[in-house]
C-alpha cells in the first residue's frame, strides 16, 4: 500500500474545517470520509498481484555496448491495471527508463523496454521489479515488489580487435598461404612439392629429387597444435589503476587479441586466472568456441585487493599441463611481488615450459621522468627514473632465466604481446 | 598499495606549483572579502549605541504628577501642594488603595491599564475617587448609575449646574470629552452638559463621593491655564485633605492571570493544527513510500598504478633527499647514453667502465672529461639549486652525444 500526495493535499485543505466548524465532530467526520476514500481506492485499484512478470533480452553485452531487456507483464486478474512501474536494477547497469506507466488489460500482456548501457564488466542482475497501482480517486494505491531474475553478462570490450587483420596478415605470412612462391618459413617439415621458377634453391630436397625424375623443393610450415597457457594475475597488483584503466582490464584485452591470433594460428590455448585461488578457467575449447568462453570467464573477473600467490599459481599449472607449452604470465614487474614470489619458482616453471611475462607499464612514469622545471618536478623524475631503473633490472634478471619479458604501454601491450608470440612462432620455439 | 581518495596534489606535481602566497597576503585577502560585512555590522552597533543613548532613561506619561511635558499634570500637583494638601503618587492600585484614608480623594488616571483585580481593590479603598475619563468596565464597578454616552467636541462649555468646584470653576475648557448619561437618582449632580449629556457627573456611592471627568485636558500642564481648568482640578482634586494621585504602571506580563497560551487559543485554532499534523503526517508518508528499493552495489578500488611512484617523489622532496635524487638521474642518464656510445646496456651501471663511458661521452661532447665525470659520477649535490643544475646538464649531455 502506498498513499498519495493527493491525499496530503486534501488533509491539508481540510484543515480549513474547524476553523469554520470548530468540534470534534466536524474533524472526525473528515477524518471518516478520508479513511473511506482511501479504503475504496484501494479496494477499486487494478490488483498488482494478478500480475506475472516474464523477460526477454540480451543476456550479454560488450562494456561500451547498450543491451536491450524486455520486460513482459502479464495481467491474470479481471481487472485493469493501470500503474507505475519500476524496474529496478544496479547503478552500473544504467538502466533507463527509471520508471514507467504501463497500462495492461485483464488477460492481456504489455512489454516494457528497458536499455541497459552498463559502465562495468561483470554481472549485472535485476534486483526487483516494482508496480504501484492507484486507485480512481488518486488518493492511495497498491503496491507490490516481486523479483523477475535476469542477468546481463557486460562482457570486456576488447578493443585491441582492430589489431587482428594486421596480425592474422602476419601470421599468413610466416605459413606461407597467401603467396605461393614464397616459402614458409617455418620450421616445421610440411610436403615435397615439384620445384617453381623462384623457389629458393635451398630448399631443394635431393634426396627426393634422386627418387623422381622432377626437381622437387620441401615446403615448410610453422609449427602447429602447440599449447598455449594464458596465465592472469588477478592480485592486488592488477587493481592499479593505468590511465582510468585497471591493469586486469588492459592485461584481458591482451590476453584475447593473443587467444584470438593463436587459435587461428592453429595452437590450443588455455586460460586461468589466479591470486590465491583459481578465479576462472578455460581448458579444451575448440578453436570457435575458445573466444566466446575467455570473454565469458574473464567477465566476472574483478581485481582482489590480496597478495598473489606464486607457488599455488605454479603448482596449479603443472599439475594441469604435462607437455611443453608456453605460458604467458600477464602481471606486473613489481619489484617485491616478483622477487620473493615468483622468481624462485622460475627454474622449475622454465625448466618444463616457455615462460613470457607481459606487464602493462604506467605513461604516467614516462612524464614525470621527463618532467623538469621546478623542484618537485626534478624529485618527481629522479623517483621514476629509480622506477625504471627497478623496471629494467628486474627484466634483465627475469630474461637471466631465459624468460621472454614484454613491457608496454596500455595502448601498446596487446600487439606487443602478439608480436612476442608471432616472433617466437617464426623462430620455432614454442 | 593502499586505497586512497585521489589527491588533486599528487596530479599537479609534475607541473611548477604556484608559490604559496604570504600569510600577509591571505590576510589581506580574507579582509578583503569580508569588509562588507564587517562595515554592515559595525553601523549597526554605532547605530544601536546612538538609540541607546538618546532614549530618556523614564519615559514621560501623561497625567503623571511628576512629568513637566505637555501631557503630564505637574503643574497641579504643585499647586495642590502650595495650598497645603497632601499628595502622594501611587504606582499600583494596592499602594493607592493603602493610602487612601477617609479624608482623602483618590484620582484615578489611565484606567486603561487596571486589571479586573486593581479595580477591585480601588472599591474597597476609602475615600472619595476622581475617575479621569474612565473605561466601561472602572465605570460599572466604581461609579455606579453613570453610563458613556457619547462624546462631545467642543472646545469649551458653559457653567450650567450648581456643583461647588464647577461652580468656582466658571466655564472650562474640555477640549475633546465624553459625556454621560446617569440612571438619576438621589445625590447626582451633573455638569457640564453636551447634548443632553454630561461631562462631569457625581455620584454618591454609599459613603463615598465619586467624580467622573469626561476628559484629562483640564488637568494636564498644556491647559491648566486655560478657562477655569486650574480651579476645577484644584477643587475636584482638592477637595479633602490629602490627594492619592494614582498612576497605573504597565501590568507585568502574566501579572494579569493564570489563563495558558492553550487556555486562550480557540478550540477551532486547535483542530487547526492537529488537522495540519495529519495532513503532514501523510505527506510524510507519502514521500517516504518509495517505488522499489535502494540498490546496494560494491564498487572497484580506484588506486592510480602511479601512485608508489608519487608517493616516492614526495617523499625525496620532503627529506630533501638530494644524494638519491641525483644517482636515480644519473643511472637513468647512463642507461640511455651507454647504448648511443655502442656499449652493452649492462656497462651502464657499472663503475669498471666508468672511465670508458666519460671518456667517450666528452669525446662527443664540448665538455671536457672532468666536467663530464662530475655530472656522470660526482658527488651529492649541495642544495637544491646544485640538483636542478645536474638534470640541465644531464640533458645537454644526453643531447649532444644523440646528434653526434
Given at each position: 500500500m502506498a498513499l498519495t500526495g493527493r491525499l496530503g493535499l486534501l488533509a491539508a485543505l481540510g484543515a480549513l474545517v474547524p476553523i469554520f466548524l470548530p468540534s470534534w465532530w466536524a474533524l472526525a467526520a473528515l477524518w471518516a470520509a478520508l479513511a473511506a476514500a482511501v479504503a475504496a481506492d484501494l479496494a477499486l485499484a487494478g490488483n498488482v498481484r494478478a500480475l506475472r512478470f516474464h523477460r526477454s533480452g540480451d543476456a550479454r553485452v560488450r562494456l561500451g555496448e547498450t543491451a536491450s531487456v524486455t520486460l513482459i507483464v502479464e495481467n491474470l486478474g479481471r481487472r485493469r491495471v493501470k500503474a507505475r512501474l519500476r524496474d529496478v536494477w544496479p547503478p552500473s547497469a544504467a538502466a533507463t527508463p527509471r520508471a514507467t506507466r504501463v497500462d495492461v488489460p485483464a488477460g492481456e500482456r504489455r512489454r516494457v523496454e528497458m536499455t541497459l548501457a552498463p559502465t562495468r564488466r561483470g554481472d549485472r542482475a535485476a534486483v526487483t521489479?516494482?508496480?504501484?497501482?492507484?486507485?480512481?480517486?488518486?488518493?492511495?494505491?497498491?503496491?507490490?515488489?516481486?523479483?523477475?531474475?535476469?542477468?546481463?553478462?557486460?562482457?570486456?570490450?576488447?578493443?585491441?580487435?582492430?589489431?587482428?587483420?594486421?596480425?592474422?596478415?602476419?601470421?599468413?605470412?610466416?605459413?606461407?598461404?597467401?603467396?605461393?612462391?614464397?616459402?614458409?618459413?617455418?620450421?616445421?617439415?610440411?610436403?615435397?612439392?615439384?620445384?617453381?621458377?623462384?623457389?629458393?634453391?635451398?630448399?631443394?630436397?635431393?634426396?627426393?629429387?634422386?627418387?623422381?625424375?622432377?626437381?622437387?623443393?620441401?615446403?615448410?610450415?610453422?609449427?602447429?597444435?602447440?599449447?598455449?597457457?594464458?596465465?592472469?594475475?588477478?592480485?592486488?597488483?592488477?587493481?592499479?589503476?593505468?590511465?582510468?584503466?585497471p591493469r586486469l582490464d588492459c592485461s584481458m584485452d591482451a590476453a584475447m587479441l593473443l587467444g584470438a591470433l593463436a587459435s587461428r594460428a592453429g595452437d590450443r590455448v588455455d586460460l586461468l586466472a589466479y591470486d590465491r585461488r583459481v578465479r576462472a578457467r578455460v581448458e579444451g575449447a575448440s578453436r570457435t568456441d575458445l573466444l566466446p568462453s575467455m570473454v565469458h570467464a574473464m567477465a566476472p573477473l574483478e581485481p582482489e585487493l590480496i597478495e598473489s600467490d606464486a607457488a599455488g599459481m605454479v603448482s596449479a599449472l603443472m599439475s594441469r599441463v604435462r607437455q611443453r607449452c608456453l605460458v604467458v604470465l600477464l602481471t606486473e614487474l613489481n619489484t617485491a611481488a616478483i622477487e620473493e614470489g615468483l622468481l624462485p619458482l622460475l627454474p622449475r616453471l622454465t625448466a618444463r615450459h616457455l615462460v613470457m611475462i607481459a606487464a602493462v607499464s604506467d605513461p604516467r612514469v614516462g612524464e614525470m621522468a621527463a618532467g623538469r622545471g621546478d623542484l618537485a618536478a626534478v624529485y618527481d623524475a629522479a623517483a621514476a627514473e629509480r622506477a625504471r631503473g627497478e623496471r629494467r633490472r628486474l627484466t634483465a634478471e627475469l630474461r637471466s632465466y631465459g624468460v621472454e619479458v614484454v613491457d608496454a604501454p596500455p595502448a601498446e601491450i596487446a600487439p606487443a604481446l602478439a608480436d612476442a608470440y608471432l616472433a617466437l612462432k617464426a623462430a620455432g620455439r614454442l | 598499495m593502499i586505497q586512497s581518495p585521489p589527491q588533486g596534489g599528487a596530479d599537479g606535481s609534475g607541473s611548477p606549483a604556484p608559490p604559496g602566497p604570504t600569510a600577509g597576503q591571505v590576510a589581506s585577502r580574507r579582509f578583503r572579502s569580508a569588509r562588507?560585512?564587517?562595515?554592515?555590522?559595525?553601523?549597526?552597533?554605532?547605530?544601536?549605541?546612538?538609540?541607546?543613548?538618546?532614549?530618556?532613561?523614564?519615559?514621560?506619561?501623561?497625567?503623571?504628577?511628576?512629568?513637566?511635558?505637555?501631557?503630564?499634570?505637574?503643574?497641579?500637583?504643585?499647586?495642590?501642594?502650595?495650598?497645603?494638601?497632601?499628595?502622594?503618587?501611587?504606582?499600583?492600585?494596592?499602594?493607592?488603595?493603602?493610602?487612601?484614608?477617609?479624608?482623602?480623594?483618590?484620582?484615578?488616571?489611565?484606567?486603561?491599564?487596571?486589571?479586573?483585580?486593581?479595580?477591585?481593590?480601588?472599591?474597597?479603598?476609602?475615600?472619595?475617587?476622581?475617575?479621569?475619563?474612565?473605561?466601561?468596565?472602572?465605570?460599572?464597578?466604581?461609579?455606579?448609575?453613570?453610563?458613556?454616552?457619547?462624546?462631545?467636541?467642543?472646545?469649551?462649555?458653559?457653567?450650567?449646574?450648581?456643583?461647588?468646584?464647577?461652580?468656582?470653576?466658571?466655564?472650562?475648557?474640555?477640549?475633546?470629552?465624553?459625556?454621560?448619561?446617569?440612571s438619576g437618582g438621589d445625590g447626582v449632580v451633573t455638569c457640564y452638559r453636551a447634548d443632553d449629556y454630561s461631562r462631569l457627573v457625581q455620584v454618591?456611592?454609599?459613603?463615598?463621593?465619586?467624580?467622573?471627568?469626561?476628559?484629562?485636558?483640564?488637568?494636564?500642564?498644556?491647559?491648566?491655564?486655560?478657562?477655569?481648568?486650574?480651579?476645577?482640578?484644584?477643587?475636584?482634586?482638592?477637595?479633602?485633605?490629602?490627594?492619592?494621585?494614582?498612576?497605573?504602571?504597565?501590568?507585568?506580563?502574566?501579572?494579569?492571570?493564570?489563563?495558558?497560551?492553550?487556555?486562550?487559543?480557540?478550540?477551532?485554532?486547535?483542530?487547526?493544527?492537529?488537522?495540519?499534523?495529519?495532513?503532514?503526517?501523510?505527506?510524510?508518508?507519502?514521500?517516504?513510500?518509495?517505488?522499489?528499493?535502494?540498490?546496494?552495489?560494491?564498487?572497484?578500488?580506484?588506486?592510480?598504478?602511479?601512485?608508489?611512484?608519487?608517493?616516492?617523489?614526495?617523499?625525496?622532496?620532503?627529506?630533501?633527499?638530494?644524494?638519491?635524487?641525483?644517482?636515480?638521474?644519473?643511472?637513468?642518464?647512463?642507461?640511455?647514453?651507454?647504448?648511443?656510445?655502442?656499449?652493452?646496456?649492462?656497462?651502464?651501471?657499472?663503475?669498471?667502465?666508468?672511465?670508458?663511458?666519460?671518456?667517450?661521452?666528452?669525446?662527443?661532447?664540448?665538455?671536457?672529461?672532468?666536467?663530464?665525470?662530475?655530472?656522470?659520477?660526482?658527488?651529492?649535490?649541495?642544495?637544491?639549486?646544485?640538483?636542478?643544475?645536474?638534470?640541465?646538464?644531464?640533458?645537454?649531455?644526453?643531447?649532444?652525444?644523440?646528434?653526434?
Open positions: 521489479v516494482v508496480v504501484r497501482s492507484a486507485g480512481p480517486l488518486g488518493l492511495a494505491a497498491r503496491q507490490l515488489s516481486r523479483p523477475a531474475p535476469w542477468t546481463v553478462r557486460v562482457l570486456p570490450a576488447f578493443p585491441s580487435r582492430r589489431h587482428l587483420p594486421a596480425k592474422l596478415a602476419k601470421l599468413r605470412e610466416l605459413t606461407g598461404n597467401h603467396v605461393a612462391l614464397i616459402r614458409g618459413q617455418g620450421t616445421e617439415f610440411d610436403s615435397l612439392r615439384e620445384y617453381v621458377d623462384g623457389d629458393d634453391v635451398r630448399s631443394i630436397d635431393w634426396r627426393a629429387t634422386a627418387r623422381r625424375a622432377d626437381v622437387v623443393v620441401r615446403t615448410w610450415r610453422p609449427e602447429r597444435d602447440r599449447r598455449i597457457y594464458l596465465v592472469l594475475d588477478t592480485g592486488r597488483t592488477s587493481a592499479g589503476r593505468v590511465g582510468d584503466i | 562588507g560585512i564587517v562595515l554592515v555590522l559595525l553601523a549597526l552597533v554605532a547605530i544601536a549605541v546612538i538609540l541607546a543613548a538618546l532614549r530618556p532613561s523614564v519615559t514621560p506619561q501623561d497625567l503623571d504628577p511628576t512629568s513637566p511635558t505637555e501631557g503630564g499634570s505637574r503643574a497641579l500637583a504643585e499647586i495642590l501642594k502650595q495650598n497645603g494638601t497632601r499628595l502622594d503618587v501611587a504606582r499600583r492600585a494596592g499602594d493607592a488603595a493603602g493610602l487612601a484614608s477617609p479624608g482623602s480623594v483618590t484620582v484615578v488616571t489611565r484606567p486603561e491599564r487596571l486589571t479586573d483585580g486593581d479595580i477591585d481593590r480601588l472599591r474597597g479603598a476609602q475615600g472619595d475617587l476622581l475617575l479621569v475619563q474612565p473605561n466601561r468596565s472602572v465605570l460599572r464597578e466604581l461609579a455606579p448609575g453613570v453610563h458613556r454616552a457619547g462624546t462631545s467636541f467642543e472646545r469649551t462649555a458653559d457653567l450650567d449646574c450648581a456643583l461647588p468646584a464647577a461652580r468656582l470653576a466658571g466655564p472650562v475648557a474640555f477640549g475633546g470629552a465624553e459625556t454621560y448619561a446617569t454618591r456611592d454609599g459613603s463615598r463621593t465619586v467624580t467622573v471627568l469626561g476628559s484629562p485636558e483640564p488637568l494636564t500642564n498644556a491647559h491648566l491655564t486655560e478657562e477655569g481648568n486650574a480651579a476645577l482640578g484644584m477643587n475636584l482634586a482638592g477637595a479633602r485633605s490629602s490627594v492619592v494621585w494614582l498612576i497605573p504602571d504597565l501590568p507585568e506580563a502574566g501579572a494579569g492571570g493564570d489563563a495558558t497560551l492553550s487556555d486562550l487559543l480557540p478550540f477551532g485554532v486547535k483542530l487547526f493544527v492537529l488537522e495540519v499534523l495529519v495532513a503532514v503526517a501523510l505527506v510524510a508518508l507519502w514521500r517516504a513510500r518509495r517505488l522499489g528499493p535502494v540498490v546496494a552495489e560494491a564498487l572497484p578500488v580506484v588506486v592510480r598504478s602511479a601512485e608508489t611512484v608519487e608517493g616516492r617523489a614526495r617523499l625525496y622532496r620532503a627529506h630533501h633527499a638530494r644524494g638519491r635524487a641525483a644517482d636515480a638521474l644519473r643511472a637513468g642518464a647512463r642507461e640511455r647514453l651507454v647504448p648511443l656510445l655502442g656499449l652493452p646496456r649492462s656497462t651502464a651501471q657499472d663503475f669498471a667502465f666508468a672511465q670508458e663511458i666519460v671518456t667517450g661521452v666528452a669525446h662527443r661532447t664540448s665538455y671536457d672529461e672532468a666536467v663530464v665525470g662530475t655530472a656522470l659520477y660526482g658527488p651529492e649535490p649541495a642544495d637544491d639549486a646544485q640538483l636542478l643544475a645536474l638534470t640541465d646538464i644531464l640533458d645537454v649531455l644526453e643531447r649532444q652525444v644523440r646528434q653526434s
